[in-house]
C-alpha cells in the first residue's frame, strides 16, 4: 500500500501562541511551508514505492541508503516535515514546567536552568542562515546543536527533546530582523512538559 505523507493536524488555532507567535505567521508556516515539504517528499518518492511504506523518521535515520537522486530531496523536504511535526507539538501558551528528572539533568549539564537557556539562545542567535537549534539526546546526555536548513538531528543519530525553527519565515512577519525577540519569545511558549514527557521516554 502506498503510503502519503500528510500534515499532522495543529494541536491549537492560529493565534493560540499569540502574542509570541501571531496568528498570520502560524497559519503561513503551518498552511504553506510545512505543506510544501510534504508535498515535495511525497513527489520525491513516488518513483520508489517500497520507500513510501517508511516512516519518515526512517527515511532520514539512514539517508545513505536513499537512492542518489532523491537523497538531498528527502533530506531538505523530509526533514523540514518531521522538523515541523515537531515544532508544533512542543509549543503551547499553557504554563508547564520541567519535570523533576529533566530540570536535574539540565542543572547537570548546564549549571542552572537559566545557563542552559542562555546558552541555548546564544547558540540560536548565532546560527549563520537559515536552519534549527536543538537540545538533543544522544547516549542519554544532553547538548545542544544547531542544523542548517531542514536537516534532522535524527539523521546524526540524535533524539530530539527542544527545537526552534530559525528560518526567517517562522518570524520575520512579526519580528523582521530581530531574531534575538523571537528567541526570548520561544521561551514563553516552550511546552515543558511535552518535552519531559520525550525525555523520561527516552531515558527509559
Ligand atoms: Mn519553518
Not at 503561513?28 to 519518515?56: F, G, S
Not at 547537570?108 to 549563520?128: C, D, I
Not at 512538559?193 to 520525550?198: A, T
Amino acid at each position: 500500500m502506498i503510503m502519503k505523507h500528510e500534515l499532522p493536524k495543529l494541536p491549537y488555532s492560529y493565534n493560540a501562541l499569540e502574542p509570541f507567535i501571531d496568528a498570520k505567521t502560524m497559519e503561513i508556516h503551518y498552511t504553506k511551508h510545512h505543506q510544501t515539504y510534504v508535498d515535495k517528499l511525497n513527489a520525491a518518492l513516488e518513483k520508489y514505492p517500497e520507500l513510501q511504506k517508511k516512516k519518515v523518521e526512517d527515511l532520514l535515520k539512514n539517508l545513505n541508503s536513499i537512492p542518489e537522486d532523491i537523497r538531498t530531496l528527502v533530506r531538505n523536504h523530509g526533514g523540514g516535515h518531521l522538523n515541523h511535526s515537531f515544532f508544533w507539538k512542543i509549543l503551547t501558551l499553557k504554563k508547564t514546567d520541567p519535570s523533576p528528572k529533566l530540570k536535574a539533568a539540565i542543572e547537570k549539564k548546564f549549571g542552572s536552568r537559566e545557563k542552559f537557556m542562555e546558552e541555548f539562545s546564544n547558540k540560536a542567535t548565532a546560527l549563520f542562515g537559515s536552519g534549527w537549534c536543538w537540545l538533543v539526546l544522544k547516549d542519554k546526555k544532553l547538548e545542544i546543536i544547531t542544523t542548517p536548513n531542514q536537516d534532522s538531528p535524527i539523521s546524526q543519530g540524535f533524539i530530539s527533546l527542544i527545537g526552534l525553527d530559525l528560518w526567517e519565515h517562522a518570524y520575520y512577519l512579526k519580528y523582521q530582523n530581530k531574531r534575538p525577540e523571537y528567541i526570548s519569545a520561544f521561551w514563553n511558549i516552550l511546552n515543558r512538559d511535552e518535552v519531559s514527557r520525550i525525555y523520561e521516554e527516552a531515558i527509559k
